[in-house]
């Protein structure tokens, strides 16, 4: 469990994940960059930036296992691919579930 407000180095932290997951463009587009409210009442995200917010959130949370179920299906190939490479260096084991 990570302490609220963040401590500098678990922002730094949750910065990093989301810049390997393709967020970096999204963080300097929000005014309020890493700490954007986001969803109904805040910044608008598009189904592939919500995606890869959840990855980063289920990253940050330091778990053994990290289960991804139906993750990946809004991104296109490049956001997909740049997301796998992340999860893969990042989660100690991972589970993902897919449907064709």
């Known amino acids: 469990m990570r302490p609220w407000?963040?401590?500098?180095?678990?922002?730094?932290?949750?910065?990093e994940v989301c810049i390997e997951l393709g967020l970096g463009d999204l963080l300097e587009r929000m005014p309020g960059g890493l700490m954007q409210e986001v969803g109904e009442s805040g910044w608008q995200l598009s189904h592939?930036?919500?995606s890869r917010?959840?990855?980063?959130?289920?990253?940050?949370?330091g778990a053994e296992l990290l289960v991804l179920d139906e993750s990946f299906a809004a991104l296109d190939p490049d956001s997909l691919e740049q997301a796998?490479?992340?999860v893969w260096r990042r989660a100690p084991t991972l589970l993902v579930v897919a449907h064709p």
């Open 5 to 15: 407000p963040p401590l500098a180095e678990d922002a730094q932290a949750a910065e």
């Open 48 to 50: 592939g930036e919500r």
């Open 53 to 61: 917010l959840y990855m980063a959130r289920a990253l940050l949370q």
């Open 84 to 86: 796998l490479q992340c």
